[in-house]
């Protein structure tokens, strides 16, 4: 069974904010609910980097880990969901996340916390599939279409891929070595170090 | 003054038992079970008809699709 991931090319995104537009307009999200985001570093500089970033559907979802009333499911294709009926928005998945996934509408005169929204990859929810309580609690349900995720489809650029984990990474490793790119990929050297920053070999230094 | 200390006894035989039957104060963290809604799996509606290969041929050729080098080379 294929398990789904979202992977963004950072080298390829133009901070168009589409697949932002894409998801709100797919599932009706109200304002002040933002289920993917563009995030961009060192706007304004020359070589700024952009990256799009929603929930991730960890294997090891550390929201799923600390929900107090386990409101999270898994689905066989390894999309993290939640059940609505169920959330006390206590917030505690919000805090977890690493990606700020988790939003949550402000409803009411004081701004109270409503319940948790967050990217399904278009997968909608427990409720049954293409009926109404689904889109109006979790969205549209692209996935039991036969579809991708809007966000991914609508990318321009195809700097944002979603879908079968084994078949996006095959098309990003096609592509890093069409464009020639290694140490320069963005990211590389926060991960693996920089080659220029090494210490220059002291005399009598081992090797 | 014997009946007197039998009631004492009798009064203070539970306080001193309460001690036995002190539970441990340590919380043991277990992992939860999804507690919502069972969902269904995404080929099993009226478009798919539970049909598992019709959907995963459906998913596989939009997977396909997002890879512009194939994409632009068979048109």
Redesign the interface.
Known sequence: M?RMKFLADAERCIECNGCVTACKQEHDIPWGVNRRRVVTLNDGTPGEKSISVACMHCSDAPC??V?P?????K???GIV???K??CIGCGYCFYACPFGAPQFPQDGAFGLRGKMDKCTFC?G??????SAAEFTKYGR?R??????PAC??MCAT?AL????GD??A??YR??VT?RGKGSEVWGWGTAYGKPESKPAARPGAKS | MRKLLLVAVAAALPLVAAGCGEKPTVTVYK??????????????????KGDKV???K???A???G????ERVAAH
């Open positions: 294929a799923m880990a929900c009333v386990d409101v999270f499911y689905t066989s294709e969901l939640h059940d009926d169920l997968a929810g427990p409720e049954p599939d293409f349900n996935i039991a279409e036969g579809k991708l991914a489809e195809k891929l979603g879908g079968d078949v996006i095959d098309i096609r592509r069409t | 992992q939860g079970q999804y507690q919502g809604k069972p969902d269904k799996q995404p080929w099993d509606n009226e478009q798919f019709a959907w995963e459906a998913l596989k939009r997977n396909v997002q890879n512009e080098y």
